[in-house]
């Protein structure tokens, strides 16, 4: 019955989180740091060097800033043709990697108090509209593969803790290990909280002192075993680059943002990270029920020593304290160390679900023997996995295609527009389950959900805004593509789009789809004349200010073509390539 009760909750975890991150994942154009990434992906595929990916905007500059772990694993499918070259493609495994956290949550929230702790801490996390939108678990950027490494690692250690034996507790320091390899090839300086996190834990819990004299050789061969996976790019790199990787891995993307800042919007003050998580958690309302679940997690600590909750403590303040040290502070930075606040707030929920089930206690002892007997006969069973798998059914239903309905002669049989009510159900099958006292608590607990303001209301939010997605740059890189190609065809010369963008109005995404020749050199008159007029028709892209110039210098040239202005850069479109300018509404 537990395993099968395990296998339900799961189930629910896959169709309301992990199958949602999925909807509409190519349906918007990459973001500034995705297309520096899905640059240097697709110069992998296009150059064939899998050591040495390329750095956006220069095709002969090797991206030294993160070790190319995430690189790899996005292009390989690509290249065995698994995988669209697209948005969706490359964004494939983040949303992976963000499926997979969202189990290891479950599981460690499981452990701690049981699967409502474990659900509910995920329904926090997606709740977290950063942390799915913005740099976050569907979008080609390093910090899904860093969360599962925490989230995958912390699971494992817990699990090592409990181990009777060697032999399994030997597989899971393999996977921590492994988990740790992730984090780091990935975004390495980020990922080094986690054995921080993880041997602080170990001296201050006096059972995992023990364990790990236990098993230190395990651990130390661990150790051994990562640095001879990981130690070879950087090697190799060194041998090519000498100190120049050690100037921009270390030098420009650590020393500076720790001590000064790489970019002025990213300066803020020391308690950032903590003001701006508490502001989060009050827009996906779950600052409440983290607060409640933090005051009752401290008190039953106290009471009877939660070994484990000392490893969630240290994973929630050390790093974030640690952090804030930095000069230099985004937002995403936080995503690796959120899982902890969505535990206690897990905690929090299941404290409360225990003590309604208590409550129930007298209604299900007034209820007749027959009664009783009737809920614990076997077609009872059947009847709520029944009800669980066609609710599930009709969640995961509602996450792909939204509203729909079923028709038979002309009559609405079942129809459906929000996934909450399919998993309503699908929660009250589960607690069915469970007996009398089970169901009457979950009607109590929904009574209290509909007084309090919870993160469901979040939660349905960012299930509607999954859908929403705009490619204005992509849809106009295709129809440029299109133009180019009829010229091919007519065999004419393609000289590609002039791109003339200052450094002070550049942005990644205008290369990665508009790429061309001239980014970051001065626009010269005569190519944006011989573009726009009498030579071989092509877009020119550049800053507005240029364009000023271009203009006051050439007065008497008519200039036959659409301009578009997106922030500080002009997009110019000649007569061929005019209806192009449609795509960008």
């Given at each position: 019955?537990r395993?099968?009760?395990?296998?339900?909750?799961?189930?629910?975890?896959?169709?309301?989180?992990?199958l949602?991150l999925?909807?509409?994942?190519?349906?918007?154009?990459l973001g500034?740091?995705?297309a520096?990434?899905?640059?240097?992906?697709?110069?992998?595929?296009?150059?064939?060097?899998?050591?040495?990916?390329?750095?956006?905007?220069?095709?002969?500059?090797?991206?030294?800033?993160?070790?190319p772990?995430?690189?790899?694993?996005?292009?390989?499918?690509?290249?065995?043709?698994?995988?669209?070259?697209?948005?969706?493609?490359?964004?494939?495994w983040?949303a992976?990697?963000?499926?997979?956290?969202?189990?290891y949550?479950?599981?460690?929230?499981?452990?701690?108090?049981?699967?409502?702790?474990?659900?509910?801490?995920?329904?926090?996390?997606?709740?977290?509209?950063?942390?799915?939108?913005?740099h976050?678990l569907?979008?080609?950027?390093?910090?899904?593969?860093?969360?599962?490494?925490?989230?995958?690692?912390?699971?494992?250690?817990?699990?090592w803790?409990?181990?009777?034996?060697?032999?399994?507790?030997?597989?899971?320091?393999?996977?921590?290990?492994?988990?740790?390899?992730?984090?780091?090839?990935?975004?390495?300086?980020?990922s080094?909280?986690?054995?921080?996190?993880?041997?602080?834990?170990?001296?201050?819990?006096?059972t995992?002192?023990?364990?790990?004299?236990?098993?230190?050789?395990?651990?130390?061969?661990?150790?051994?075993?990562?640095?001879?996976?990981?130690?070879?790019?950087?090697?190799?790199?060194?041998?090519?680059?000498?100190?120049?990787?050690?100037?921009?891995?270390?030098?420009?993307h650590?020393?500076?943002?720790?001590?000064?800042?790489?970019?002025?919007?990213?300066l803020?003050?020391?308690?950032f990270?903590?003001?701006?998580?508490?502001?989060?958690?009050?827009?996906?309302?779950?600052?409440?029920?983290?607060?409640?679940?933090?005051?009752?997690?401290?008190?039953?600590?106290?009471?009877v020593?939660?070994?484990?909750?000392?490893?969630?403590?240290v994973?929630?303040?050390?790093?974030?304290?640690?952090?804030?040290?930095?000069?230099?502070?985004?937002?995403?930075?936080?995503y690796?160390?959120?899982?902890?606040?969505?535990?206690?707030?897990?905690?929090?929920?299941?404290?409360?679900?225990?003590?309604a089930?208590?409550?129930t206690?007298?209604?299900?002892a007034?209820?007749?023997?027959?009664?009783?007997?009737?809920?614990?006969?076997?077609?009872?069973?059947?009847?709520?996995?029944?009800?669980l798998?066609?609710?599930?059914?009709?969640?995961?239903?509602?996450?792909?295609?939204?509203?729909?309905?079923?028709e038979?002669?002309?009559?609405?049989?079942?129809?459906?527009?929000t996934?909450?009510?399919?998993?309503?159900?699908?929660?009250?099958?589960l607690?069915?389950?469970?007996?009398?006292?089970?169901?009457?608590?979950?009607?109590?607990?929904l009574?209290?959900?509909?007084?309090?303001?919870?993160?469901?209301?979040?939660?349905?939010?960012?299930?509607?805004?999954?859908?929403?997605g705009?490619?204005?740059?992509?849809h106009?890189?295709?129809?440029i593509?299109?133009v180019?190609?009829?010229?091919?065809?007519?065999?004419?010369?393609?000289?590609?789009?002039?791109?003339?963008?200052?450094?002070e109005?550049?942005?990644?995404p205008?290369?990665?789809?508009?790429?061309?020749?001239g980014?970051?050199?001065?626009?010269?008159?005569?190519?944006?004349?011989?573009?726009?007029?009498?030579?071989?028709?092509?877009?020119?892209?550049?800053?507005?200010?240029r364009?000023?110039?271009?203009?006051?210098?050439?007065?008497?040239?008519?200039?036959?073509a659409?301009?578009?202005?997106?922030?500080?850069?002009?997009?110019?479109?000649?007569?061929?390539?005019?209806?192009?300018?449609?795509?960008?509404?």
């Amino acid at each position: 019955m537990r395993e099968r009760l395990t296998r339900g909750w799961l189930l629910l975890v896959v169709a309301a989180f992990c199958l949602p991150l999925f909807v509409g994942l190519g349906a918007s154009d990459l973001g500034n740091d995705e297309a520096i990434y899905s640059y240097a992906v697709e110069s992998i595929l296009d150059t064939g060097d899998w050591l040495s990916p390329r750095s956006s905007p220069n095709l002969h500059i090797t991206f030294l800033e993160k070790p190319p772990l995430k690189f790899w694993i996005v292009a390989a499918p690509i290249a065995l043709g698994l995988l669209p070259r697209s948005e969706f493609g490359l964004r494939f495994w983040d949303a992976v990697f963000g499926s997979l956290a969202f189990l290891y949550v479950f599981l460690i929230g499981r452990r701690l108090a049981g699967p409502v702790c474990g659900v509910v801490a995920v329904l926090v996390l997606f709740a977290h509209a950063p942390l799915i939108f913005e740099h976050g678990l569907r979008s080609n950027n390093m910090e899904a593969p860093l969360l599962l490494a925490y989230c995958g690692g912390v699971h494992h250690y817990l699990a090592w803790t409990a181990s009777a034996s060697r032999r399994r507790g030997t597989a899971h320091v393999a996977a921590v290990t492994a988990f740790f390899f992730l984090g780091f090839m990935t975004k390495f300086v980020a990922s080094l909280f986690l054995p921080l996190v993880l041997a602080l834990s170990a001296l201050l819990v006096p059972t995992q002192r023990r364990m790990l004299r236990r098993d230190w050789f395990v651990w130390a061969a661990g150790a051994a075993a990562f640095v001879a996976c990981a130690a070879p790019w950087f090697v190799y790199q060194y041998w090519k680059q000498g100190s120049q990787l050690l100037d921009v891995m270390f030098g420009e993307h650590v020393y500076t943002r720790f001590t000064a800042f790489a970019d002025p919007s990213h300066l803020q003050p020391w308690h950032f990270y903590f003001s701006q998580l508490v502001v989060e958690l009050q827009r996906s309302h779950s600052l409440l029920w983290v607060a409640f679940g933090v005051a009752v997690f401290a008190a039953e600590a106290v009471r009877v020593r939660l070994g484990d909750g000392v490893l969630l403590l240290v994973w929630a303040v050390l790093p974030l304290t640690l952090i804030s040290f930095g000069t230099s502070k985004i937002y995403h930075y936080v995503y690796p160390f959120l899982p902890p606040f969505a535990l206690f707030a897990g905690y929090g929920a299941a404290w409360l679900w225990r003590h309604a089930t208590r409550l129930t206690e007298p209604l299900a002892a007034r209820l007749p023997v027959r009664a009783g007997q009737l809920t614990r006969a076997a077609w009872r069973r059947r009847a709520a996995i029944l009800v669980l798998a066609l609710s599930v059914t009709a969640a995961v239903a509602t996450v792909i295609e939204g509203a729909w309905r079923i028709e038979v002669g002309g009559r609405v049989l079942l129809s459906n527009s929000t996934v909450l009510r399919p998993l309503m159900v699908a929660l009250i099958a589960l607690m069915a389950l469970g007996g009398v006292r089970a169901a009457a608590a979950v009607v109590l607990l929904l009574v209290v959900a509909l007084v309090l303001p919870t993160p469901v209301t979040a939660y349905e939010r960012n299930l509607v805004a999954l859908r929403r997605g705009r490619q204005p740059l992509g849809h106009l890189a295709a129809c440029i593509r299109s133009v180019h190609e009829a010229q091919w065809q007519r065999g004419q010369h393609v000289p590609g789009v002039y791109a003339p963008v200052s450094h002070e109005a550049f942005d990644h995404p205008y290369f990665y789809y508009l790429r061309g020749s001239g980014w970051h050199l001065p626009l010269r008159d005569e190519v944006v004349r011989e573009a726009l007029g009498a030579g071989p028709q092509r877009p020119v892209v550049t800053d507005a200010e240029r364009y000023q110039g271009f203009v006051a210098r050439n007065p008497d040239f008519a200039v036959a073509a659409v301009p578009l202005r997106t922030g500080e850069v002009v997009i110019l479109l000649p007569a061929e390539f005019a209806h192009c300018a449609a795509t960008m509404k």
